[in-house]
């Protein structure tokens, strides 16, 4: 690569460690799903490298984001919620890297995308379909609280290692939606949570050799002070501003998702469509 070119390279990373960090830890996110989509769309990295390097830069963001959200919170959450939540999560991405060596993971994306569009109406407050989903699986299939946390827990553990990212979109609305914590609450243990979950995620991905240190360079500073910033900014924001605007941002990401693999499909129709004339 030549020298301008590289620096031009490495300057579009620092950009994005800074944006995506500062955008994310304001809302009590990793950013998982920025920085995903775009190390493969403007990066041109394969989605195993893509999402095990965004999984090593959400640690400085959920660390700074998660201390700045503690020292923030006019009353400190019940430990019980971090000493159960986090282990489940742990323990899902170690049967997530399992599964992830094993089976394709293709599917994951579309029914992904499908559980934030309908969130993203719920934070918005345009559809109350999720609460009621939620709240009819804990009253039929739970006996307490703790068990239907522990349960997402791991499953959030296995969504982060097969899609890079840190699932902050899927414990904040959780723990609003579901468990009726206070939004900056919930932020605050999404953050926690997620810097055990992505330090996992990253010595996993560095002993299955798909973590490249070299990006890193360019995006750990960078996210560690957009990621301060943006929790500055976060505790001061009220938390219906702070809902509305995660709500927007999860439909916009649900849509793009939703485009993104009918695009891919109709692509690799119209591929093999082609070939079987070709050979015929």
């Known amino acids: 690569m030549p020298p301008a070119n590289k620096f031009n390279f490495n300057a579009k990373l620092i950009l994005l460690g800074f944006g995506v ?4 830890a304001g809302i009590g996110i990793g950013g998982g799903t920025l920085l995903v989509s775009l190390l493969m769309s403007a990066f041109n990295f394969d989605f195993k490298k893509a999402a095990a390097t965004s999984l090593a830069t959400i640690i400085p963001i959920s660390l700074t984001g998660a201390i700045s959200h503690i020292f923030s919170l006019p009353q400190a959450l019940h430990p019980q919620y971090y000493f159960i939540f986090i ?4 323990l899902g991405t170690i049967l997530g890297a399992r599964i992830v060596k094993k089976y394709q993971n293709g599917w994951l994306k579309p029914a992904f995308a499908f559980f ?3 969130v993203s109406l ?3 407050k345009i559809f109350d379909f999720p609460s009621l989903i939620y709240t009819g699986l804990n009253n039929i299939l739970f006996s307490s609280q703790w068990t239907l946390i522990v349960t ?8 982060a290692i097969a899609l890079g990212i ?3 979109l899927l414990i904040v609305p959780f723990f609003t939606i579901v468990i009726n914590l206070n939004i900056h609450e919930a932020i605050t243990l999404s953050l926690t949570s997620m810097f055990f ?3 996992s995620g990253a010595l996993i991905n560095n002993k299955l050799k798909t973590l490249d240190i070299t990006p890193l360079k360019n995006l750990f500073i960078p996210a560690l002070a957009g990621a301060i910033v943006g929790s500055i900014i976060s505790g001061n924001l009220p938390s219906p501003i702070l809902k509305k605007i995660f709500g927007i941002f999860l439909f916009l990401i649900a849509f793009n998702y939703i485009i993104e693999y009918i695009y891919r499909k109709r692509r690799k129709t119209a591929w093999a469509s082609q070939k079987q004339n070709i050979n015929g």
């Open 21 to 24: 960090a500062l955008f994310s």
């Open 197 to 199: 979950i992505t330090v």
């Open 87 to 90: 282990p489940a999560c742990l």
């Open 152 to 159: 997402v827990g791991v499953l959030i553990g296995i969504v």
């Open 166 to 168: 840190g699932c902050g």
């Open 122 to 124: 719920r934070m918005l």
């Open 116 to 118: 934030l569009l309908i």
